[in-house]
């Protein structure tokens, strides 16, 4: 083991509260030298993925609304169902 350090998910609101899901992850080092990644964090199969935001439920729930709605529209209901999420996030999804 290398290093830990604190990942917060935000995941699909729960009777209308935001819910973020706090995890304390482990590093690790790559003993072999032919390896190409030096260090990586360990995944929790079906709730991480390398560099997510969001649990895949909240991923994908944010997706559908920004195909939806987009712009200011999807960020306000994101807003009302705990997701807090911004306009231009909702872009980006819709245009990746």
């Known amino acids: 083991?290398?290093?830990?350090?604190?990942?917060r998910l935000v995941d699909?609101?729960?009777?209308g509260a935001r819910?973020?899901?706090d995890l304390l992850v482990r590093r690790f080092?790559?003993?072999?030298?032919?390896?190409?990644?030096?260090?990586f964090a360990e995944q929790v199969d079906?709730?991480?993925s390398p560099h997510a935001r969001y649990t895949p439920l909240a991923g994908?729930?944010?997706?559908?609304i920004g195909l939806?709605?987009?712009?200011r529209a999807g960020a306000r209901l994101d807003a009302r169902l705990g997701l807090d999420v911004g306009r231009d996030t909702l872009l980006r999804g819709v245009r990746a």
């Not at 994908?60 to 559908?64: D, G, K, N, S």
């Open 60 to 64: 994908q729930a944010v997706e559908a």
């Open 46 to 48: 079906g709730l991480t």
């Open 68 to 71: 939806a709605l987009a712009g």
């Open 12 to 15: 699909t609101a729960l009777v």
């Open 1 to 7: 083991m290398h290093d830990r350090y604190r990942r």
């Open 29 to 39: 080092r790559c003993s072999s030298a032919d390896c190409e990644a030096v260090t």
């Open 19 to 21: 819910v973020v899901v």
